[in-house]
């Protein structure tokens, strides 16, 4: 008879787990527990992710033909918009996105020998203050913003304080109180990383000076003729009268990206070039962003998602979680997380994954987020828009890459079209474009073996984000036997994983995590097992277990 309750009970259990939908509610997504070291960030090129209004694929006359993979493409916010209300981040386990900046890029074209290029990535800023149609409107980002919290997605912006846009026969200098022109950038120590130029024809900001400088004249004009000029400067003025801050060029660019705080409701920047730049202006902006941030949750009390603060991440090109806290230029070492970031991105990854076990990457950064790092964290990504040397360039591993990726400690990142093995060999693409070609929608909806790397990026996602003990909690080695076991623990959200197991009929140990007669189920095969003997036992076809209790 007790036999008869118990398979009752399991089946009523798999039953309702089968049925449950895959969609959430907004109530129901915003109740799970949620934490920037453990969350799922789904980076994209906003031009290169899916077009929604093709009204706004040209603008400004941007018509020259480019190189390959260097003019806009019609990507753009709509475009997101469809896909979160799709559910296709939600399918994902994606908490948090993170678009590439959305400023208004140069007009013109220019050619750093790779052939003619747009601003179509968004790091080419002409006017921090208005977004680029190419994107869409101010309505279309409030929508998206509004969209992605109803589904428990946070938005992540990306900020440039360091350059402006290249100069064109339509892009004009900025004056030279504003930027510098040169010296280039050698990499040889300190200064010759900051007070540079990062490539030829890249003014850089003169983010050091303290000294006030009018607007850029092109820039009053710009303002004058959009009609909003006595707005913006009765804007910054109050901005500087409720300062105190000098009228300094660092301080109109935080001026201009915070507003995207206080207007919009974002919950975080990306902060490029961090370490071109010195390390009390991001400690400037971290207060700035955080005083701009209380002001948006006191005036929409109604729109917090939760208490957690603003995020910023940096991208401190080539740091590595092996740094801890400090990055090293050869002459002087910084340390960009304290009074600054909460986190950096972590270049290391790719590299370990090649070269190391995933029990001994899984070990290793535990041991340094548990310790050195334990008030901060670390951004891990396999593949990313600039970095020429990603895990899997051929897309042979997709399941090694996510597996890794999105089950080791830290904050994991998904550059689009890791899910769906976007092609990153483009023919005749020259530099980083062939990262950047546009998402491949065609493949996930006909291919079925890109079907397989999804639904596996997608369960794995999932269950991250139904556990934060994944990314932020302690890990423990359980067994290495045949296939690596391990637990991850974070307050009362315990999980035991286990990968590279024999497929068919595996017993685990799971004594240290749960209880004898528990019932516990496994997110990835969709099946069910009761404690005995501090064992279960479960029968599938995967070589992956993903076990929670229910």
Excluded at 139 to 145: M, Q, W
């Amino acid at each position: 008879m007790k036999k008869i309750i118990f398979l009752c009970t399991l089946y009523a259990f798999l039953s309702c787990k089968k049925n449950a939908s895959i969609y959430k509610s907004s109530k129901e997504t915003n109740k799970k527990e949620f934490v920037w070291k453990g969350a799922n960030i789904y980076f994209l090129l906003t031009d290169r992710f899916n077009n929604g209004d093709k009204d706004n694929d040209i603008n400004f006359n941007r018509t020259k033909e480019a190189g390959v993979l260097r003019g806009f493409k019609g990507g753009d916010f709509e475009g997101i918009t469809q896909k979160i209300k799709d559910g296709y981040f939600t399918d994902l386990g994606i908490n948090a996105i993170w678009m590439t900046p959305v400023v208004e890029q140069i007009h013109g074209e220019t050619d750093e020998g790779t052939g003619v290029s747009y601003g179509y990535h968004g790091y080419w800023t002409k006017d921090w203050t208005k977004i680029d149609p190419n994107f869409g409107t101010k309505e279309d980002l409030k929508e998206l913003v509004e969209i992605a919290h109803k589904n428990g997605i946070r938005v992540l912006l990306d900020a440039v304080i360091n350059h402006t846009g290249p100069v064109t026969e339509k892009d004009s200098v900025w004056p030279s109180d504003w930027v510098r022109t040169n010296p280039k950038c050698s990499y040889k120590g300190y200064e010759s990383t900051v007070k540079c130029t990062l490539v030829e024809n890249l003014p850089d900001i003169k983010t050091e000076s303290n000294e006030s400088v009018e607007l850029p004249e092109q820039l009053v004009e710009k303002w004058k003729s959009e009609g909003r000029y006595e707005q913006e400067m009765k804007e910054l003025d109050d901005f500087f009268a409720k300062t105190g801050h000098p009228k300094a060029p660092r301080f109109y660019i935080m001026k201009w990206l915070t507003d995207y705080i206080t207007e919009f409701g974002i919950d975080g920047y990306r902060v490029d070039t961090v370490k071109h730049t010195e390390e009390f202006v991001w400690q400037e902006f971290k207060t700035t962003c955080d005083t701009a941030f209380a002001e948006y949750k006191q005036n929409n009390p109604e729109r917090v998602l939760d208490n957690n603060d603003f995020y910023l991440v940096g991208e401190v090109y080539n740091y590595a979680i092996s740094h801890g806290k400090s990055f090293d230029f050869g002459d002087k070492k910084v340390n960009y997380f304290d009074q600054a970031f909460n986190s950096l991105i972590n270049f290391e990854i790719k590299w370990n994954a090649k070269q190391m076990s995933e029990k001994d990457i899984f070990q290793k950064y535990d041991a340094i987020l548990q310790n050195e790092l334990k008030d901060y964290g670390i951004l891990n990504y396999m593949t990313s828009h600039d970095d020429g040397a990603p895990f899997d360039k051929n897309r042979k591993l997709p399941f090694k890459t996510a597996t890794i990726l999105l089950l080791t400690p830290g904050t994991s990142q998904v550059y689009y079209g890791d899910e769906s093995a976007r092609d990153l060999t483009i023919k005749e693409a020259v530099g980083d474009a062939t990262l950047r070609s546009f998402m491949n929608w065609d493949d996930i909806e006909k291919d079925k073996d890109t079907k397989k790397i999804l639904n596996h990026w997608q369960k794995l996602g999932q269950f991250r984000a139904n556990h934060m003990a994944i990314g932020a909690g302690k890990h423990e080695l359980i067994s290495e036997e045949s296939g690596l076991v391990f637990s991850r623990v974070r307050n009362n959200d315990k999980v035991v994983v286990g990968i590279n197991l024999p497929k068919g009929k595996k017993v685990i140990n799971v004594s240290s995590v749960f209880k004898n007669e528990d019932l516990i189920y496994d997110f990835y095969s969709n099946t069910g097992a009761k404690v005995l003997g501090g064992k279960a036992t479960i029968n599938s076809e995967y070589g992956i277990v993903l076990l929670e209790k229910k």
